[in-house]
């Protein structure tokens, strides 16, 4: 089973900030099967990034996710009051599909 | 637009099944390139990926709840199901469903229905 580590576990930050979630698998993803998802408080996840790279549906381009092997990233480049969530992190290239353990992103 | 839809009981005693159904609507189960998922999140927790069933009827369980799982489709009514035996108060979660796929992953999502295990 491939374990994912994410880090840190909260941020607190501001409106307008970048900011960068970590993500390492303890061992590579295969096709670099790495998905990140949004939850917000009462609410099913919302598929943000898949591929490691490529932003789902109606994904504001703001968002954006790289890396590959077992390290890999979220990068949300300035950030709007509705992103302050916790995000998952998810590899689904393995069996059995594993989540991270999230990133609460707190505003300061 | 897909849409799913979790259903069946809040509340499951020790010892029971616990029974979920799924439906969804805005496209067919039937449909090649489909997982249809389940997944649950412990009460404050993080998120546990339990199985899914391909549109074909092939399954794949979680290895820590294969023994106890299990997960069918029903094609006629456009729905697919969970059941969980021998449940304990550790099995208390909401239970999502979710559409997933081989390259994509998990696109679509149902609302998540609480299920709490209490005699």
């Known amino acids: 089973e491939i374990v994912l580590t994410q880090s840190p576990g909260t941020l607190s930050l501001s409106p307008g900030e970048r900011v960068t979630l970590s993500c390492r698998a303890s061992?590579?993803?295969?096709?670099?099967?790495v998905a990140w998802y949004q939850q917000k408080p009462g609410q099913a996840p919302r598929l943000l990034i898949y591929?490691?790279?490529s932003r789902a549906t109606g994904i504001p381009d703001r968002f954006s996710g790289s890396g590959s092997g077992t390290d890999f990233t979220l990068t949300i480049s300035r950030l709007e009051p509705e992103d302050f969530a916790v995000y998952y992190c998810?590899?689904?290239?393995?069996?059995?599909?594993?989540f991270g353990q999230g990133t609460r992103l707190e505003i300061k | 637009q897909v849409q799913l839809q979790e259903s069946g009981p809040g509340l499951v005693k020790p010892s029971q099944t616990l029974s979920l159904t799924c439906t969804v609507s805005?496209?067919?189960?039937?449909?090649?390139?489909?997982?249809w998922s389940w997944i649950r999140q412990h009460p404050g927790k993080g998120l546990e990926w339990i199985g899914y069933?391909?549109?074909?009827?092939?399954?794949y369980y979680n290895p820590s709840l294969k023994s106890r799982v299990t997960i069918s489709l029903d094609t006629s009514k456009n729905q697919f199901s969970l059941k969980l035996s021998s449940v304990t108060a550790a099995d208390t979660a909401v239970y999502y469903c979710?559409?997933?796929?081989?390259?994509?992953?998990?696109?679509?999502w149902g609302q998540g229905t609480l299920v709490t295990v209490s005699s």
């Open positions: 998810q590899q689904y290239g393995s069996s059995p599909i594993t």
């Open positions: 061992q590579s993803v295969s096709s670099g099967y």
């Open positions: 805005g496209g067919s189960i039937s449909r090649g390139g489909y997982y």
């Open positions: 591929g490691a790279s």
């Open positions: 069933i391909y549109y074909r009827g092939s399954t």
């Open positions: 979710a559409r997933d796929s081989a390259t994509v992953a998990a696109d679509y």
